[in-house]
């Protein structure tokens, strides 16, 4: 199927934050830019807008994306959120889930394909082992949310045929430049839109010693993990000064 108008809604994920590229609008390229330059090839008359925002909960992406998003007329759409939501302390993951159902729904009866994502498995260990259960409980209400309103889901969850550390930012909390590529891989296969980018290989990480690791998790906190603490005590986002890369349809070159 050829597609002449993508939409993509969401935060950081989707935004291509961990994927920088000073080409791009907000420097950043990621998997749905790389999709959609895929696409762009296919037909002379493409347009793709990019409304995501890193940061952004799920609620928001709905208040402030949905009807632009309508708006631009797409005739393919993805949509992913609540990643930013289940990371928080308190939770109601069945009143997010009735919210996402909802939105999706409304996105389905523009007659355009949409495109539904889980959260990845970030295993037992490590700073989200915590709210794995969480994170699973949540991708069973996407899971439920795609089955009812008929629409294409790439299941990160059982991405298992990469290893997950290698694919994220130094951050840990975003993909990198592999992982956004093997998203927009997972997304034009579900789509079923023939492409050319090859497959990700990934080098196994090399295995720390216990000095080299406890440094490594020091410089992480100090650098990433004590400012994101920091933003949550204080109301803040990362996306509180960011626009949408792409609010309107554009070329892509």
Known sequence: MTYHRFVALGDSFTEGVGDPDPAHPNGLRGWADRVAEVLARQTDDFGYANLAIRGRKLGPIVAEQLDPAIALEPDLITIHG?????????VDIDAIAATYDAAVARLVATGARVVMFTVYDPGAGGIYGPVRGRMAIFNEWVREIADNNGVTLVDMWRMRDVEIAAAMDTDRM?????????IARAVLEAIGVEHDIPPVELDPLPVLGRREQW?????????????????????RSSGDTVSAKRPGLSEVR
């Not at 609540?82 to 308190?90: A, E, I, K, Q």
């Open 174 to 182: 975003h993909l990198n430049a592999f992982g956004h590529t093997y």
């Open 215 to 235: 440094a490594a998790n020091a410089q992480w906190t100090r650098e990433f993990l004590v400012p994101w603490v920091h933003r949550r005590v204080t109301g």
């Open 82 to 90: 609540g990643g930013n939501d289940v990371l928080r302390p308190r």
